[in-house]
């Protein structure tokens, strides 16, 4: 499947980089797509989260990709953390597409 045919997107990355999914969230939709983002940015907000809370937003975030099409991985500065890492391998195993943000 190509980025083309993809609708529906979930945007996957560091919660430290808010701005850069606030970005990449308006420019996919102006192209039509429907995106799924984090919907807490506890990095970049600066927010404490409890280790379920925790939890509970990565298995949220999975269901997220399960109803996508693909993922688009947003690693500015080339940076995947192990959340990141952890929903590459998900969409791996339920055979998304994944597509990466090229860093300039």
Known sequence: MSFDDCKIITLCGSTKFKK????????????????????????YDQIQ????????????????????????????????????KSEIEYAIKMNKPIFYMINT
């Open 20 to 43: 850069d999914f606030e970005y990449t969230n308006m420019m996919l939709t102006l192209q039509g797509k429907i995106i799924l983002q984090p919907g807490c940015f506890a990095h």
């Open 49 to 84: 989260i409890t280790e379920e809370q925790k939890q509970n937003l990565d298995e949220l975030h999975k269901r997220k990709i399960d109803i996508s099409d693909a993922i688009y991985v947003i690693n500015t500065n080339e940076y995947i953390g192990s959340s990141t």
